[in-house]
């Protein structure tokens, strides 16, 4: 049976060699005209053909392609308004230049006086606690440091006093004039401030804890006393030149759930005003906060 199969394969070969020389005159590599065993294997180099167990004939040399190709490759996503300083697969360590922390919270006067009546369901505070600023994180911590905008309003609403500013400087509480009524005096002061904040991230949640000190230069401070006298004339009283404390520091904390969504407290040790006849708090804010 062997001897068939060689036979045929033989032919196969001779066929296969007359048939290239018609249609391309080649050169001649070899001619066996009584062979009696053919060989035909395919190798890394190419197809060889053995002829009676002499030299290898190679037909056609060439680099053999693997049948599967796989290919790879990498995204890098880059944060907006961001540079990176560490190029890393995991952007472990970087530095961004971020803006946010929207507040928007109710502010109590802790340790006013008992007849003062600063309403703390009145009161509110809006701040912008990074309106621009620096932040450097290196895996799930990161710190940074900005500049920002704060506006407190302390309100009090009464029916037998408000506040009045008899001169510079200072705050008294007056009773009110015989059939006034609708009386409201509001405190506002307006800040600069300097937060430097520590975050930590919760590794497998979305939750960020902050903490950290806000320095404050308190900028504008005035007094606006409103009431509708006995004959219903809207009356106004406006001072501005209060006796505020230029610069105070306020410690902050916030927990945010989603997206820098939570919420936040602000306390400052010091007093709003200072001076012999002003009134004596200390502001406590607590409220929502806003892209952190």
Known sequence: ???????????????????????????????????????????????????????????????????????????????????????????????DVISGGLNIGLVNAVGQPADMGLSWAKSFEI??????????????????????????????????????????????????PEGARQLSSRIKVFSLGLPLLYTQHIPGTSIDVTAGAILNFNTHASLLSTYKSADNYHTEEYSVGIGKRNVTYDFYGAVTFYRGCGLYIRYSPQSVLTGTKVPQFHPLSIGITLFM
């Open 127 to 176: 701040g912008w606690l990074n309106t621009l600023g620096v932040r450097y994180t290196h895996r799930s911590i990161s710190l940074s440091l900005g500049i920002g905008l704060d506006w407190r309003n302390y309100k009090m609403s009464s029916h037998d006093h408000y506040m009045v500013s008899p001169a510079s400087g200072q705050i008294q509480l007056v009773d009110a």
């Open 1 to 95: 049976m062997k001897r068939y199969i060689t036979a045929i394969l033989s032919s196969f070969v001779t066929v296969c060699y007359i048939s290239a020389t018609t249609r391309e005159n080649a050169d001649t590599v070899q001619i066996v005209g009584d062979a009696s065993k053919v060989i035909i294997s395919e190798t890394s180099r190419g197809i060889s053909v053995d002829i009676d167990d002499k030299e290898p004939i190679y037909i056609a040399d060439y680099e053999k392609t693997p049948r599967f190709t796989t290919s790879q490759s990498t995204l890098h996503m880059f944060k907006f308004q961001s540079y990176t300083i560490s190029k890393s697969n995991k952007l472990s360590s970087r530095w």
